[in-house]
């Protein structure tokens, strides 16, 4: 029923960390780009069930998150932008909800629908909750609902995850830390758009949700007698960068009520006409195929993974200027540690094992290591991110795509350290965590078989041991004169056997 609103992203609110005074002016002077730090931001998902715990008959599966992880790393990580999967909750929704609908209704008493409205319908509760977001009552109160019982981290990026919504995806606004994405949005382009509300981007057509012709079309700052260009507002109009041509909209909805695009051609790009102006009334004469496919366009059809470079030196100020973004930095080191399983202390180990696995969407290479380590205590475990006094070759023992499905093969295989070749600059371009463990599993117990006559027979007398006798350095210079069998059991419940014959001294 809603299908064509599917695709609309909406922001819910404005933030106050706005654009003024705006030092910086997103222009196109930021080719250094690559070589600058690299920002970590943490991400936390929330599942948003229906009041009867209930999920819209979708198989929620933890990796569908990691998926959403992958990609939007793969797209951010080019802008040395990264994310750390920091784990998700699932929570049940209120089942007091009023029942709202969003309806393509008759406004004007022709009888032919031609407007969407809202529509309360009095006494009667939402059986969905927040489990199937809409977007008159639902979305206005869903970001006070989660962060008023404690559904939000101020030290990530929250992406709630409803099985369902009325629109594809909502940022809780511009430079924030709060998104909606229903389950089928994860891996799409509105993932990309709507993290891109979160860490500072405005639509490129406007601040928010409607259209706006205020940006001008002129992108000439100075007239050819270089005057001051008094019709140039890029800097502070609509979107507030520079290298993003002025548009008003691209999407237009037609008289039943679907998404049309009657300026863009089938290839995306602009048909110049003289029907869309600016408010100064210039038609556009800037737009090219990159703003139609914009990530922050909405030219939905056409939208594909692209930011212009002053989105990207924007995205960079915001992430490390604005507190709701810079409160969500951490470590590039996390990214380095596992979201779930924990290494074997030694080997062989215990089965069933669930080995350290870590987030997909990076291009890794697990490279031959050895650590003496004699300076650090690892307790069989990989050394530290910091300590790199151990030795690697480029030997890629295990070697795993950006793109590889198989999360489960994501993992840290032992004598190796990690190079995550995303990072590729300076000190970030070294294998780190090298994981070297020669232990054997420790001795918990065993027994001491006396063979009484000297010789292997059934006349024997046999002493249980616990882990501290069994381990004593002094267990052979202790024992009389004979012939043994010393049993000893390791942790994994297998027997090691020595036979010794203790002569007279
Ligand atoms: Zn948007």
Known sequence: MFAQNDIECVIEGTSSYADTPDVYDYMQNNTDVPSQEPLVLNVYFWQIKAPDGSYGGINFTEDQLLACIANLNIFYNSHQIYFKYRGYQSVTSPSDNPLWQYEWIDTDEDNIPDAWVCVEYPGQFDPNGYGNIG??????????????????????????????????????????NSTILKYAKLVTPSATHEIGHNIGLYHTRAKGNGNSNQEHDTRDEFLPNGELNLEFNARTADDNVMDTAANTTFRYVDANGQSIYPYIDENCKYIPNLIEKDEINHPYTHITNLDVINTMGDAYECLTNYLSPGQVYRMRDKIQNAPPLSNTLTEVASLYEPYKGSYPLYYPHPQPWVYPLFQPGFNYRFVECQCDCDDIDTGGGPVPYEYTNFNSTNTSILTIDKNEPNYSLITHPNHTAIRILEFNISDYAVPRRCYDNWYSPPIIGGSIIKFNDNVFNANVTITPQDANSINNSNLINELQPGLYNIIKTDSNGNNQETVIFKENE
């Open 135 to 176: 977007r008159c009552w639902d979305l206005s109160h869903f970001f006070g609902w989660a962060n008023s019982n404690g559904y939000r981290h101020t030290d990530a990026i929250n992406i709630y995850v409803p099985y369902g919504s009325e629109f594809g995806g909502a940022a809780a606004g511009v430079i924030s």
